[in-house]
């Protein structure tokens, strides 16, 4: 039998997803911090570069930063409220028979 998952519980999940939503809220930020500094860089090291690969470079790194971002906040959130605990080996059942 599968015990029921912590995120069931409308109250968990509400003060869950807000952490996750809080987190992303300040990972935006950073995120936006870490762009305009690496493209200061480019621009300050006097390499010459075109306009698009400014845009590409902010765009791979931005894109990456909140993929990253998203996808741990998801492993917190599963970690945090004991989600995780709650999901058992259905295969261990068959082996024990």
Not at 9 to 22: H, I, N, Q
Not at 38 to 59: G, M, W
């Amino acid at each position: 039998m599968v015990p029921p998952s912590p995120l069931d519980d409308p109250d968990k999940a509400a003060f869950a997803w807000a952490r996750y939503k809080r987190l992303m809220r300040a990972m935006v930020l950073v995120t936006l911090v870490v762009v305009a500094l690496v493209l200061a860089y480019l621009y300050l090291t006097d390499s010459a570069h075109s306009f698009h690969f400014y845009i590409a470079t902010a765009l791979g790194v931005g894109a990456t930063m909140m993929l990253t971002a998203a996808l741990m906040g998801l492993v917190f959130l599963s970690s945090g409220t004991g989600h995780d605990e709650s999901v058992t080996d259905l295969t261990e059942d068959e082996r024990e028979r």
